[in-house]
């Protein structure tokens, strides 16, 4: 109803329609607001010239708009009779719902007669202030236009419909909740009042007084005015004229201008025109629900929106940070070089400064020994040794030949160091678009938290790198014999979740999977190696990671059936809880973490070449950031295995898998470390307190401090058999076991602020020194 408002107010005055008046061109006008915008035309356009002259047949003549601009949107607001100089000019007002509207060109002489029979200038012309068509009235006035009855019988419901408690009418300052409507006064009273102005006594003993509600209802039930016709006021409207579409009276068939037109029951042209505008409202209904719809998923569209900004902000940064790192190392490696320039520089000037030296040394020797023998006065001794002697003076001035006293190295370094390319690069470096030549599609990634096996079947699951924009229009999962032979395609289609059954008992398979498009066929995926049960009567296994139920994966046999047939694998949630059962479920993979940022690998000619021993990752748990239970300011991306926070204040969020037995080992890298943040890692109860940092109640046990800055790995230790948890910083364990007595359930779990960035890697195989440390004792 409040939406209706609109519709009901004046858009001259702004208030409610008072005694509204129908245009021809069918808007709606107060009859006082209808008087005050009339103004004054030349003599050459009134009504009688025109029909004096043969140029109108029409009770209300519109005015040629070439010869009249009373309205535009680009003028400045004033609207003049273009043709007539002696026409005033009018200026143009506003009024409170914003349609311009044209006052009087002089204020209307004072009457003491009503809107409807005060005296009209002759000559008075109209203008609607909502379509701005203006016409010439004639003898009749404001009296020539039809009342709206029925909007005004709309306006009373509604007002009567938002007055929540009737009030006394008769109160001069606040008027009190009336207790009393008279019948006969139609006038609601309160008790004073009543007892004042209406006294059971006299006439007025005879007047019935009702409830307030009751009055309500008899004045909303009272028969309403039924409207006359505007040509003969005595006489009710009858029939419809189909040609004017308007109704009219008997006397308007028999002697008015409407005695030739086509004319139609009242009632029947009523019920047809109800039925007309109910069909159109069904229309209009079907648009405003669709109207609805698009806002809502125009909102949804913000949020998406909003999310895939975070998302793709985060995985921009953790580029940007890649470019970083790799430019951190390779000016390691270039600095490293640098080094061992100067060392060797060093070398040979430290070495050439030590042989001249020695010679230096022996020279001199020489010469002092020389000069000494020539002091000598014995001839026969002297004629011994001085032949040898000058044999020796020559020898050593040889030795001090050329080159002998040139440095064999240059202090200058012959090392250039050309960045123009790389700073080119730099500035060239910018997003790009899906060309419209599409190359191959990117290598799909394995999602290890969805793979898994039970029993003699095998469930896969994959998808497309987060930053990839080239569509896929397929996928090939291709699987081995599972003894190490040929790889056979098992499955091609849209879908990227596939569970494989008749697989071999105790079997190791392989499995691989790549995408494909018009243009051709991407790389292959990592290869995975699963590990079936050893015989059809193990008992029920718990999956580490339960496929979601929403999704329904293909299921299709072995390469050696051809039953293909559609269920759900393994629906619901679980937590991850290993059981000592010789035929323990296992999934083994040659990546620690396919999702890891930075990761790279060396043999990427050959991915499936690397593969990992399977008895050593036998019992590892694959898991990811649980964004359910998470804090509504933490901020995930990279699958869920990359976490961040939106508030200067520490948020709490946790692991999706909870464990209660077992040795579990799972580390966190620092991608970013601003302003001295003060993260902690560890683990906590599903309970735990999100809104502060992880420790400060006694549902978290963690790490705080130690050696964590950028870059830094924190390695958490859970050993539930041992009822310890342990930390590690750069694979340095932290002094000893942190914290001893840990029973129950637990999920991982860690504390930051918008300042730290940190990165989850899982499936990790406890350390080897803890394995046999943990053996020994």
Known sequence: ????????????????????????????????????????????????????????????????????????????????????????????QKSPNGVRVFPPAMPPPATHLSPALAPVPRNSCITCPQCHRSLILDDRGLRGFPKNRVLEGVIDRYQQSKAAALKCQLCEKAPKEATVMCEQCDVFYCDPCRLRCHPPRGPLAKHRLVPPAQGRVSRRLSPRKVSTCTDHELENHSMYCV?????????????????????????????????????????????????????????????????????????????????????????????????????????????????????????????????????????????????????????????????????????????????SPLLQSIHQLDFVQVKASSPVPATPILQLEECCTHNNSATLSWKQPPLSTVPAEGYILELDDGNGGQFREVYVGKETMCTVDGLHFNSTYNARVKAFNKTGVSQYSKTLVLQTSEDTDSEEQTLPFPVPSERLPLRRMS????????????????????????????????????????????????????????????????????????????????????????????????????????????????????????????????????????????????????????????????????????????????GPIAFENVEGLFFPAVSLNRNVQVTLHTGLPVPDFYSSRASIA
């Open 1 to 92: 109803m409040e939406e209706m408002e609109e519709e009901l107010k004046c858009p001259v005055c702004g208030s409610f329609y008072r005694e509204p008046i129908i245009l021809p061109c069918s808007h709606n006008l107060c009859q006082a607001c209808a008087r005050n915008i009339l103004v004054q035309t030349p003599e050459s356009e009134s009504p009688q010239s025109r029909r004096a002259s043969g140029s109108g047949v029409s009770d209300y003549d519109y005015l040629d708009l070439d010869k009249m601009s009373l309205y535009s949107e680009a003028d400045s607001g004033y609207g003049s009779y273009g043709g007539f100089a002696s026409a005033p000019t009018t200026p143009c």
């Open 243 to 419: 040609q004017c579409k308007m109704p009219v009276c008997y006397q308007c068939l028999e002697e008015g201008k409407h005695s030739s037109h086509e004319v139609k029951a009242l009632g029947a042209m009523w019920k047809l025109h109800k039925s007309q505008l109910s069909q159109a409202l069904n229309g209009l209904s079907d648009r405003a629900k669709e109207a609805k719809e698009f806002l809502v998923q125009l909102r949804n569209m913000v949020q998406q929106i909003q999310e895939n900004s975070v998302e793709f902000e985060a995985c921009l940064v953790a580029q940007c940070d890649a470019l970083i790192d790799a430019l951190n190392r390779r000016k390691a490696q270039l600095l490293a070089r640098v080094n061992k320039e100067h060392e060797h520089k060093l070398k040979v000037v430290r070495d050439q400064i030590s042989h001249c030296t020695v010679k230096l040394r022996q020279t001199t020797g020489l010469m002092e020994y020389c000069l000494e023998v020539i002091k000598e006065n014995d001839p026969s001794g002297f004629l011994q040794i001085s032949d040898a002697l000058i044999r020796r003076v020559h020898l050593t001035e040889d030795q001090w030949g050329k080159g002998t006293l040139t440095p064999r190295m240059t202090t200058d370094f012959d090392l250039s160091l050309d960045n």
């Open 559 to 734: 390469p050696f059936s051809s039953t293909l047939n559609l269920q759900p694998s393994f629906p619901g949630r679980s937590y991850f809880d290993l059981r000592s059962s010789p035929h323990q479920l296992s999934l083994h993979s040659s990546l620690q973490s396919l999702n890891a940022p930075g990761c790279s690998f060396e043999t990427q000619s050959a991915p499936y070449s690397q593969l990992v021993d399977i008895k050593k990752l036998l019992a590892v748990a694959w898991f990811a950031f649980d964004p359910g239970s998470a804090h509504s300011d933490i901020i995930l991306s990279n699958d869920n295995l990359t976490v961040t926070c939106s508030s200067y204040d520490d948020r709490v969020v946790l692991g999706k898998t909870g464990f209660s037995r077992g040795v579990h080992y799972w580390e966190l890298t620092v991608d970013r470390y601003d302003n001295h943040p003060d993260p902690a890692f560890g683990v906590a109860r599903m309970d735990v307190m999100k809104d502060v940092m992880l420790g400060k109640d006694d549902k978290a046990w963690a790490i705080t401090e130690g050696g964590i800055t950028k870059g830094a790995t924190i390695g958490v230790l859970l050993d539930l058999n041992r009822k310890t948890l342990t930390f590690f910083i750069n694979d340095e364990q932290q």
